[in-house]
């Protein structure tokens, strides 16, 4: 099974040509400069992001929103006319074809921001997050999972959600794949990491964009 990872695309919508069976967005979709504006980003996903998801050569799409999703946070939008191809999570699981995703949007609080969440709300949220997961799509990265959350291009490390990861060292079988973005200069390259229960996970930042808002970073592709 092939997919391929992205978040953070801000409004850039990427071509992706490659044939894969899923393709996972990890939240922040909507474009910056109408991100506000309920009528117009009803619009924006009625036509760009529809056609765009139309156009992507997969199965499914596997979808989660970021703090700068105010549209989905307020439930603006209608996913049926998406059709079977793109599954929306909001703090929950989905099976495909025996592979189990589990997608959340919520953010530790830095501002106001759509999904942003008090300390004590996120441990509470993030119990939901089942053992024995093949995949864990994050908008916010885990605290200190292997640079993830670190804005590398400043030398600003470890600006994680702590009860993400501390969900994370108590489940005994944690996921085997974490993809995150919201810090999008974070480490990209898909690594192994040792949590501190011993338990090992591979993760990577895939964000599009960098802090400049400029997409440079590549869709990231991974076989399992």
């Not at 939240?27 to 309920?38: A, F, H, N, T, Y």
């Not at 690594?191 to 501190?196: G, I, P, Q, R």
């Amino acid at each position: 099974m092939k997919l391929a990872a992205i978040s953070d695309l801000h409004g850039f919508l990427p071509v992706i040509t490659e044939k894969v069976d899923l393709v996972l967005i990890g939240g922040d979709i909507s474009p910056l400069e109408i991100q506000r504006d309920q009528f117009m980003m009803l619009r924006w996903f009625k036509d760009q992001f529809y056609q765009f998801i139309n156009n992507l050569n997969c199965d499914k799409v596997v979808l989660i929103a970021g703090n700068h999703d105010f549209g989905m946070e307020r439930s603006i939008v209608d996913f049926k006319i998406f059709g079977d191809k793109l599954v929306y999570l909001k703090n929950e699981l989905y099976e495909y074809n025996g592979l189990k995703i589990f997608g959340t949007p919520y953010c530790h609080i830095f501002g106001k921001w759509p999904f942003m969440k008090r300390n004590s709300d996120l441990r509470r949220e993030f119990k939901a997050i089942p053992e024995n997961l093949d995949i864990l799509l994050t908008h916010d990265p885990a605290f200190g999972l292997n640079k993830t959350d670190s804005v590398l291009d400043y030398g600003e490390d470890n600006l994680g959600n702590v009860p993400l990861r501390d969900r994370l060292e108590e489940l005994i079988t944690p996921p085997k794949y974490i993809f995150s973005g919201h810090i999008h200069t974070g480490n990209h390259n898909l690594e192994e990491f040792t949590l501190n229960s011993g338990c090992k996970v591979f993760c990577a930042n895939v964000s599009v964009k960098n802090e400049e808002y400029k997409p440079i970073y590549p869709p990231l592709f991974v076989e399992l």
